[in-house]
């Protein structure tokens, strides 16, 4: 997740002008691979001479724009921000143009939204579409008025040449620029930054009014004619078998049409065993699930707990860990002869995405071929799995991507796309499969939850000399027998402040557990962050120290910290270096823009402050904080400071992400925790999985942009891991508690 | 059961159990998908309409309950020319959204709220929206879009 290079190498993009088309509109695709001319050739024109939409760009002989939106837009925002840097680009006004979700296709390369990489994937890729279509339609212009290219300029979606005082409409153009070469991408003139008109301007949600009115936008919403409605009971015990089921019964009830038990596979990211009950509505579904009775084999994952996990951790901490992740000096001769030594446990549960709309998803067998409509973050995946798991080839499965209810993660794993399928491969009809609640929280691609074991030391200057982490984590025996930790349980060697501490040791313990477990919202990052600023705070306090001075004594003067060197025989190459400079910038800014250090604060109030890099992102934000004598917790500002490259493209959207990050790693610090007992989680709706409501949220988020001359990267993510230990920190300096246990709330913050 | 119900100023006639929520009444017997199911024991609010001008959790509505009633869905707030609610014009403007599947319930508590108090305090808005639960966390906002309708509300009175 830390490499800073794009991953398309700009020798292998090219342009394709999939067609003029009949009515004389200009089209333009672009592909990441080379060999995308066959399928342009064969994708351009759709069932009985009409045409399909599948370029990024078409400008129709009136002039509509239409722009079209590869990436799965789930609350991020992509789908206006992209666009606009190709409208950027094309020039022409946002007004005029409308923006299309794109089916998923192969043509348009990658459409996985994960890892914050949406835009730096895209975002150069983007300028230069839209730079060639630009390109294109002013030498339409430059022959039909018989001058050179370079005397023409473009605005608002015309081209005037200023001598002449002659100008057309794109539109006009359009017949022309589509008979033209394309020109090269790789050399293709680009806008200069500072003649940006669109790119950082304040732009609102392509889909809101579709949002405020209620219009049919997201997975949920689909109705395709025909359509019966599915319910899908899967064990509560994770991926226990169906042995039985009072299938008769069930199918007699009032409005259902059919039940049946689908065998599944043993696969926790996969088709899970269950029982399918399809009926005239969801209602009746639902109603009908009630009456129904299963005998599960539960298998042993029914004899694993969350506490018996921390029972045993707590026994094996004094231990060497299974595994050294990193070993750097000698940290227990440190610990003898440092001038303080502390120690701490930091605990943090397993939680659940929660995407306030529930998994769903609709599909169709027909003929053969199998239509998917789906709220999906990776529809990629989704298709893989279908076609592997029921034996249909990926060229017979479309699927059509819909707008999601919330993703943070959840998405990326598509076992609700392969359950829907296996269910319509049974019916005649098209079908929509709807998890209630219950269904979303007890079968959730959970987040890991982990204990680290620290110990750290300082010098009589007060200087980190020492630092040990024995971390326990949690994940899944793989072929072999090899347990592998679940997605963010993996601590790299490099997570700060490994590398800038000259004896450091950290240890990895995994435990196998049956259970599921999926990337959610920067994996590890949002955990670690909070452990590692919350005890490099408990050792600036061990050493009388600032914490934003002793934060910048441990970063140090170098402005990069390069990469470890991956083993030999490895795959991939080294990961990107730290950039130590960007991270220093940030820091200083967020604690200027608090006054850090300048301003006093009365008992029950205070600040902290924490800093993280992620998914090419350098974040740091300073929490103020009021806790009342009886304990209660407001906070009353965060500031953030984020340097995610050279530009902000929608910062409105970049904003959104920012006090989204704040207000969801203030509600997972407070509040958020699953029970896990006999293999299965035991929460299962808001009454028991309570998530942070209004009057909690923060009285003030001011977030601010740090712009450097690197490339342009994602906001998704790495806003959120500074939070918690923004907060906890502050928590201390208000009260002289210290959180070392999630969620908050089981701390008492009282004080007198 | 036949039931004859009063939607967004339309009258429709459905055929459902009566136990059966008006949730589901209107996502899938009449199509009205824009009140949206999120934990169907009324905890998070998505699912917010109008019954008879009071804010109400459609999934715990049981449509053997609404009888006369008048129901409000986020499909019918808007005025029929089109005109948006203040407080849906102020969600647009102010980019409230980011999923946005929690914005339909918390634009119907807040427009009831408006109506109720046309000047909120912080305070008011905090006790008001209590209910409506966003995952994506978009409540600064929320706080910020009602004192935009409010204004917008209270130019509009001033002008006329």
Redesign the interface.
Same mark, same amino acid.
């Given at each position: 997740m830390k490499t800073a290079t794009l991953n398309n190498s700009i020798d292998r993009r090219d342009f394709i002008r999939l067609s003029a088309l009949a009515s004389g509109g200009l089209v333009l695709g672009f592909y990441i691979n080379s060999n995308g001319e066959a399928q342009a050739a064969e994708s351009a024109s759709g069932p009985g001479g009409s045409f399909a939409p599948n370029a990024f760009v078409r400008i129709a002989p009136d002039g509509k724009v239409t722009i079209v939106s590869k990436q799965p837009e789930i609350g991020q925002g992509i789908k206006t921000s992209l666009p606009m840097v190709i409208a950027e680009q094309l020039d022409v006004d946002w007004k005029d143009v409308t923006i299309e979700q794109a089916d998923v296709h192969d043509r348009y390369g990658s459409q996985s939204a994960g890892g914050s990489t949406s835009t730096p994937n895209n975002y150069e890729n983007f300028l230069r579409v839209g730079a060639a279509a630009r390109a294109m339609l002013v030498e339409a212009a430059a022959q039909t008025w018989g001058v050179p290219a370079a005397q023409c300029t473009t605005a608002s979606g015309t081209v005037t040449h200023s001598a002449s005082k002659r100008s057309l409409k794109y539109g006009a153009l359009v017949a022309k620029a589509a008979t033209l070469p394309v020109p090269d991408a790789a050399t293709v003139a680009l806008k200069d930054p500072k003649d940006y008109k669109l790119i950082g301007r304040r732009i609102t949600g392509v889909d809101n009014p579709k949002v405020v009115t209620g219009a049919s936008l997201f997975g949920i919403d689909v109705r395709v004619p025909g359509m019966v409605y599915a319910v899908y009971e899967k064990c509560p015990a994770f991926a226990g078998k169906v042995v039985s089921a009072n299938l008769d019964q069930v199918k007699a009830l009032p409005g259902v049409k059919d039940a049946f038990i689908i065998e599944g596979t043993s696969n926790l990211s996969g088709l899970k065993p269950g029982v399918a009950i399809i009926a005239d509505s969801t209602w009746s579904a639902l109603s009908a699930r009630k009456q129904l009775k299963v005998i599960w084999d539960e298998g042993k994952v029914a004899n694993t707990s969350w506490d018996k996990f921390v029972t045993e951790a707590k026994e094996l901490s004094t231990k060497p860990g299974a595994r050294v992740l990193r070993k750097d000096g000698d940290v227990d001769a440190a610990f003898k002869t440092a001038a303080k030594v502390i120690e701490a446990e930091y605990v943090y549960p397993f939680i659940s995405h929660l995407s306030l709309e529930p998994m769903n998803c609709t599909a169709h067998w027909n003929n053969g071929t199998m239509e998917v409509w789906a709220p999906s973050q990776n529809p990629a995946t989704g298709r893989a799995l279908i076609s592997t798991t029921l034996n249909i080839p990926q060229e017979k499965i479309n699927i059509h991507l819909t707008r999601s209810g919330g993703g943070f993660g959840r998405r990326l794993t598509p076992d609700f796309m392969i359950e829907v399928a296996a269910i319509a491969h049974k019916v005649n009809a098209p079908v929509k499969l709807t998890w209630n609640r219950e269904d979303d929280l007890r079968h959730d691609m959970m987040r890991p939850g982990g204990l680290h074991f620290l110990k750290g030391a300082v010098d009589a200057k007060g200087k980190v000399v020492a630092w040990k982490n024995n971390f326990f984590t949690f994940g899944n025996a793989g072929p072999g027998g090899l347990v592998s930790p679940g997605s963010g349980g993996a601590l790299s060697p490099d997570e700060f402040p490994g590398r800038w501490i000259s004896n450091y040791l950290a240890e990895q313990t995994v435990f196998d557990t049956g259970w599921p477990m999926g990337p959610w919202r920067a994996p590890g990052s949002c955990v670690f962050a909070w452990v590692i600023h919350s005890f490099i705070d408990e050792l600036a306090h061990a050493a009388g120290r600032d914490p934003l001075e002793f934060r910048l004594e441990i970063l140090g003067d170098k402005d990069e910290m390069a990469a470890t060197p991956p083993p030999a025989g490895a795959k991939g190459g080294p990961a990107a270096p730290y950039n130590v400079a960007r991270m220093r910038a940030v820091l200083k800014l967020a604690a200027e823009k608090a006054d850090w250090g300048k301003k006093k604060y009365p008992k029950g109030q205070g600040a902290g402050l924490a800093f993280h890099f992620s998914h090419r992102g350098y974040f740091a934000q300073v929490a103020e904080v009021t806790v009342s004598k009886e304990g209660q917790l407001k906070v009353d500002r965060v500031i953030s400071v984020g340097d995610v490259g050279s530009q902000i493209v929608n910062p409105s959207g970049a904003d959104n992400q920012v006090e989204g990050s704040i207000v969801d790693g203030l509600s997972v610090l407070m509040l958020q925790e699953l029970n896990i007992e006999r293999g299965r989680v035991t929460n299962v709706n808001l009454d028991e999985y309570p998530i942070l409501r209004i009057a909690d949220a923060p009285t003030k988020i001011e977030s601010h942009w740090l712009k450097t001359n690197n490339p342009v990267t994602g906001t998704g993510e790495p806003a959120i891991p500074p939070v918690a230990p923004a907060i906890c920190n502050a928590i201390f300096a208000a009260t002289g508690k210290r959180i070392r246990q999630f969620p908050a709330s089981r701390t008492d913050l009282r004080w007198s | 059961m036949k039931y004859t119900l009063n939607i967004n100023g339309k009258s429709h006639t459905v055929d459902?159990?009566p136990? +059966?929520?008006l949730l589901?009444v209107l *996502? &899938?017997?009449i199509?009205?998908? /824009? +009140?949206?199911?999120?934990?169907? #024991?009324g905890?998070?609010s998505?699912c917010t309409i109008h019954l008879n001008g009071e804010p109400t959790r459609a999934c715990m509505t049981r449509v053997s309950s609404v009888r006369n009633s008048k129901v409000v +869905?986020?499909?019918g707030?808007?005025e029929e020319s089109g005109r @948006?609610h203040p407080v849906?014009q102020a969600?647009?403007?102010? &980019?409230v959204?980011?999923? /946005?599947?929690?914005?339909?319930g918390q #634009?119907m508590t807040a427009a009831a709220l408006l109506r109720d108090n046309p000047k909120p305090s912080d305070a008011d #808005?905090? /006790?008001a929206?209590? &209910?409506?639960?966003? *995952?994506? /966390?978009?409540? @600064? *906002? #929320? *706080?910020e879009g009602i004192k935009r309708a409010a204004g917008m509300t209270a130019g509009k009175e001033a002008t006329q």
């Open positions: - | 459902v159990a136990d +059966t929520p589901w *996502r &899938d017997t199509g009205l998908v /824009g +009140t949206k199911f999120g934990c169907g #024991i905890q998070c998505a +869905t986020i499909e707030l808007a @948006l849906q969600w647009v403007d102010l &980019d959204a980011q999923c /946005g599947y929690c914005q339909a #634009i #808005i905090d /006790g929206m209590a &209910d409506n639960l966003c *995952r994506c /966390g978009t409540y @600064l *906002r #929320i *706080r």
